[in-house]
């Protein structure tokens, strides 16, 4: 048992800023608090499974513990709603933490345009700066898999960046 203590404080101690920097960046503090404690209290159930590489799993697990707590947020939103006789509209509370930090951030526009596995993958490789082979295994798929998202996905932000791009209007006047 002191053995699982120790390896566990160990994976806290050298993981805990990175977890909590992975949730920060899709939920408010609050929230990303919770999603990180779940998410070592699952590693803490599953001490004997830690990889040999545990940031790709703890963040597998944080991604994982996120989508619990947004299930939970919106039920509450829905039951509240409910409570008041209202419809629930959009609530800010969803949005990723970096689409408040960065509004008017080309590239951030961007990303908000592709579809949620084209910016999970892309903010996997970097803002948490994983290999493909890090980044597959916390998303479940293949290497081969997470290289081809991974191609589509840049070509699609490309594709939307150089769309964003406004054109230079002709002023009218001939260059010699």
């Avoid at 070592?40 to 994982?64: D, G, H």
């Avoid at 803002?127 to 991974?150: F, M, N, P, Q, Y």
């Amino acid at each position: 048992m002191a053995h699982n203590e120790e390896q566990f404080r160990a994976l806290y101690e050298d993981h805990y800023a990175q977890v909590l920097a992975f949730a920060l960046r899709r939920i408010s503090q609050p929230y990303a608090q919770d999603v990180v404690a779940e998410a070592f209290l699952v590693a803490w159930r599953r001490i004997e499974s830690i990889p040999a590489e545990p940031l790709p799993w703890l963040y597998a697990l944080a991604r994982n513990a996120l989508a619990n707590q947004r299930r939970t947020l919106r039920r509450q939103d829905q039951l509240k709603a409910h409570m008041d006789g209202v419809t629930p509209h959009s609530s800010a509370i969803y949005r990723d933490h970096a689409d408040g930090i960065a509004e008017a951030d080309a590239v951030e526009t961007a990303m908000r345009r592709l579809g949620r596995r084209d910016q999970e993958l892309l903010y996997l490789i970097a803002w948490e700066d994983l290999k493909v082979a890090d980044a597959a295994e916390v998303l479940g798929c293949s290497v081969t898999t997470a290289k081809v998202r991974l191609y589509r996905a840049r070509r699609r932000l490309a594709k939307l960046l150089s769309d964003d791009v406004p054109e230079v209007p002709n002023s009218g006047v001939a260059r010699r």
